[in-house]
C-alpha cells in the first residue's frame, strides 16, 4: 500500500486569493487523480495528475481553475485559482496501487474554507 | 463507469451483521466490483472487490449474485467503529487506469 501526505491539512483563505495543495507518496506511482468532496457530498474526480505532461481534467474543471503539477512519480500539487466560497471543499489526492484490484489510497484530505 | 445506487442511510447495533446492497443493473463484462469506506475527516479506505459469487477478507463479505446487476455488501458483529460511509463502485478498472466515479454512499450509523 502507499502512504500519502497532503499539505496543508487545512487552510482558511479568502476570496479571490490562490492555495496550492501539496501530495507527496511515499512510493513511485504511475497515477495520481485529485479529488473534490463538498460538504456532505461524495467525491468528484477533479483531474488525473499526468507525470512529464498536462493534467485530464473531468468535465466541469478547467486547468485555468485547477492548475495541477506532477514533476516525477512521487509527487503533485493542485492549485485552487481565484477562490470563491463555492471553492470551500475537501481536495483529496490519491494513487492507484499496484496490485490486483488497482484499488485506490487515498491521502488524508486539505479542508478549504473560503471566506 | 456503470452507475450504482445505494441506500443514503443505515442504522444499526453493536454485535450485528449489517448487509449494505448496491444496485448496478447496466454492469458490463469486464467491470468489476469494489467497495470503500471512509471516516469524518478520512479519505476513503479500499475494503473489498469482487467480480462474482463470494469474496471474503478479514474485514468483510462481498456477495454478487449470478447476473451481477447487484452485490451486497455484509460487515460481520459491528462495531461503533464501524460508522462511516460505505461506498459502492462499479468499473473495468484496469483499463479505466484505476481513477473511480464514486456514488453518494451508505452513512452507516452503529448505536450501542
Known amino acids: 500500500s502507499a502512504v500519502i501526505s497532503q499539505k496543508p491539512s487545512r487552510d482558511i483563505c479568502q476570496r479571490g486569493t490562490s492555495l496550492t495543495i501539496q501530495c507527496q507518496v511515499d512510493s513511485q506511482v504511475t497515477m495520481m487523480f485529485w479529488y473534490r468532496q463538498q460538504p456532505g457530498q461524495s467525491l468528484t474526480l477533479i483531474a488525473t495528475?499526468?507525470?512529464?505532461?498536462?493534467?485530464?481534467?473531468e468535465s466541469g474543471f478547467v486547468i485555468d481553475k485547477f492548475p495541477i503539477s506532477r514533476p516525477n512519480l512521487t509527487f503533485s500539487t493542485l492549485t485552487v485559482s481565484n477562490m470563491s466560497p463555492e471553492d470551500s471543499s475537501i481536495y483529496l489526492c490519491?494513487?492507484?496501487?499496484?496490485?490486483?484490484?488497482?484499488?485506490?489510497?487515498f491521502g488524508p484530505g486539505t479542508r478549504l474554507t473560503v471566506t | 463507469l456503470a452507475k450504482t445506487t445505494q441506500p443514503i442511510s443505515m442504522d444499526s447495533y453493536e454485535g450485528q451483521e449489517v448487509n449494505i446492497t448496491c444496485s448496478h443493473n447496466n454492469i458490463a463484462t469486464n467491470d468489476y466490483i469494489t467497495w470503500y469506506q471512509q471516516f469524518p475527516s478520512q479519505g476513503p479506505r479500499f475494503i473489498i472487490q469482487?467480480?462474482?459469487t463470494k469474496v471474503t477478507n478479514e474485514v468483510a463479505s462481498l456477495f454478487i449474485p449470478a447476473d451481477r446487476k447487484s452485490s451486497t455488501l455484509s460487515l460481520p458483529r459491528v462495531s461503533l467503529s464501524d460508522t462511516a460511509v460505505y461506498y459502492c463502485l462499479v468499473g473495468d478498472f484496469r483499463t479505466n487506469a484505476g481513477k473511480s466515479t464514486f456514488g453518494d454512499g451508505t452513512t452507516l450509523t452503529v448505536k450501542p
Open positions: 469482487g467480480y462474482k
Open positions: 490519491s494513487v492507484a496501487g499496484s496490485g490486483v484490484n488497482y484499488e485506490q489510497y
Open positions: 495528475a499526468n507525470q512529464g505532461s498536462e493534467a485530464t481534467y
